[in-house]
């Protein structure tokens, strides 16, 4: 499974911002797609994920703000986000969970992609 991310980019803060994400490589089960992030200094975070079968988990921090979409066809997921503050300034990472392999569930990662929230 490869991840190929996009979207990143500078904002100020209040702006919005699209991430958008695909995975390639196939054929797969992916049973999770998400995005996580990492600011410096700091550890890793979830921001937001959704299942196949549609089911979305948010950070407390980005709740309201951000909305996470994904198309299982074609094997891809976006990330709008909204009302962007200086503090979701990180490298932002794609992240899915291939669910068919004999070993169990396998993570994959994405390149990231730089936001930059200026206040």
């Known amino acids: 499974v490869q991840l190929q991310a996009s979207g990143g980019g500078l904002v100020q803060a209040g702006g919005s911002l699209r991430l958008s994400c695909a995975a390639s490589?196939?054929?797969?089960?992916?049973?999770?797609m998400g995005w996580y992030r990492q600011a410096p200094g700091k550890q890793r975070e979830l921001v937001a994920t959704c299942s196949s079968g549609g089911t979305t988990t948010y950070s407390d921090s980005v709740k309201g703000r951000f909305t996470i979409s994904r198309d299982n066809a074609k094997n891809t997921v976006n990330l709008q986000m909204s009302s962007l503050k200086p503090e979701d300034t990180a490298v932002y990472y794609c992240n899915a969970v291939r669910g068919d392999l004999p070993s169990g569930p396998r993570n994959y990662w994405g390149q990231g992609t730089q936001v930059t929230v200026s206040s």
């Open positions: 490589g196939g054929p797969f089960s992916i049973i999770v």
